[in-house]
Structures are given as structure tokens and as C-alpha cells.
């Protein structure tokens, strides 16, 4: 029902910035939460950064990234972003964008079930 493409992945030094984007399909996109979460090779799937489709977005993000991260969205785009600044090597793996419908609270992969195809990001020391 719901098509999510990942854009802005790549390669960059620790310390410095990505910005991801990721395009979804068809309408309705407000009542969906969007979230971000990322795979490094032999490792589980984690939540990054969620956001819902409110006027605040109230966003949940995983310890690991705050005050790194931001999580945005443009409702009118059918657009979500994720800043990423300060990046560390243990950020490198392949980052999702994913949705689900409503606006429950939770980072929990298992809760989305639509899914893009990924976008590496690779942060060298």
C-alpha cells in the first residue's frame, strides 16, 4: 500500500553530517509514523528515530543518537528526513526508512511493516 525510497546515504569522515531522505507513495501520509532504523552487518535491526504525523512530531529517538539526530518530516512532501550530524564509525550500516499506520509511540521495528530498500551509510575514523 505504502512505497518508501531512501535517498542521501554515502561516505564521510567521523564528525561530519548526512542528511537521509525518504519519499513515500500515495496519500494519507499524515496519519502514518515514520521512522528510521539501521542494520550494520551481523546485526540486529535497532530503531533510530521515530516521528509522527503531528504538529510536533513527537519523536522518539534511540540514546545512542540524541543530540546527534534529527528527525523531521514534511507532510505536504510525503517527505522524511533524517539529520545526522557529529557521526561516529559505529553509525556505518544500512539505514531504513519505515512506516506504520497511526500514531503510536514506539521504535520497535517489529510495529512497521512498510519498509524502503535501504540507503548505506558509511562514517571512516
Known amino acids: 500500500q505504502v512505497q518508501l525510497v531512501e535517498s542521501g546515504g554515502g561516505s564521510v569522515q567521523a564528525g561530519g553530517s548526512l542528511r537521509l531522505s525518504c519519499a513515500a507513495s500515495?496519500?494519507?501520509?499524515?496519519?502514518?509514523?515514520m521512522g528510521w532504523f539501521r542494520q550494520a552487518p551481523g546485526k540486529e535491526r535497532e530503531g533510530v528515530a521515530r516521528i509522527d504525523g503531528s504538529s510536533n512530531g513527537n519523536p522518539i529517538y534511540a540514546e545512542s543518537v540524541k543530540g546527534r539526530f534529527t528527525i523531521s518530516r514534511d507532510n505536504a512532501k510525503n517527505t522524511l528526513y533524517l539529520q545526522m550530524n557529529s557521526l561516529k564509525p559505529e553509525d556505518t550500516a544500512m539505514f531504513y526508512c519505515?512506516?506504520?499506520?497511526?500514531?503510536?509511540?514506539?521504535?520497535?521495528?517489529?510495529?512497521?511493516?512498510?519498509w524502503g530498500q535501504g540507503t548505506q551509510v558509511t562514517v571512516s575514523s
Open positions: 519505515a512506516a506504520r499506520l497511526g500514531w503510536m509511540p514506539t521504535l520497535r521495528s517489529l510495529d512497521y511493516y512498510y
Open positions: 500515495g496519500s494519507g501520509y499524515s496519519r502514518y509514523s
